[in-house]
Structures are given as C-alpha cells and as structure tokens.
Nanobody, 114 residues
C-alpha cells in the first residue's frame, strides 16, 4: 500500500526554522522526481520545492533562498529545511511524487506567529 507520512511541523515564531520530513512506504523515491506542497486555509494547494530525478531542484519564488529540499533515497525519505519563516508560510505541508502523485498524506501543520 502506497503511503506518505509527513512530520516535523509545529508552531514557530517568525524568523525561526523547522525541518520537515516525508517518509514513504510502498513507494520508492529512487529515480523519481518529488516535491513539497502546501495549502493555506482558503487557498489551493501550491508547490513549494521540487527535487527532480536529474538532481536539479526548483523553488517557488516565495521560498527561494529560505527553503531547501533534500532527499535520502536509501531511506525513502525527503526533507524540507525551512529557515527565516514568515507568517505567510503558515499552511499544511505535503509531499508527493512528480508528475503522477501517490495518495496524499495527512500533511503536517506549520504555523508561524508574528
């Protein structure tokens, strides 16, 4: 059974940092492109950071320079290091495969207070 489990969210003050993790079961990250997404209340889900099978990465303009995506294919785990957090980063964060997503996980809540 394919499953993605996100963790590492929490409440942090503006300017703080968090490291999110995404662990997959029934799915291999090896030789696949993966990404982090987020959904704020009342807004559609948006992509945040992408890690391509080529090794290239891409970031949404709103997080570029502050967030870093990484992965450990041997552990089927990916990470999102988030620094200099802003209140507008508040959202539920999800991970998934690209371009064909697996079933979405529950996500992990990130709340940034001002």
């Amino acid at each position: 059974q394919e499953q993605l489990v996100e963790s590492g969210g929490g409440l942090v003050q503006a300017g703080g940092s968090l490291r999110l993790s995404c662990t997959a079961s029934g799915i291999s990250f090896d030789r696949k492109s993966v990404g982090w997404y987020r959904q704020a209340p009342g807004k559609p889900r948006e992509w945040v950071a992408l890690s391509f099978r080529t090794g290239n990465t891409n970031y949404a303009a709103s997080v570029k320079g502050r967030f870093t995506i990484s992965r450990d294919n041997a552990k089927n785990t990916m990470y999102l290091q988030m620094n200099s957090l802003k209140p507008e980063d508040t959202a539920v964060y999800y991970c998934n495969l690209i371009p064909t997503p697996a079933p979405w996980g529950q996500g992990t809540q990130v709340t940034v207070s001002s």
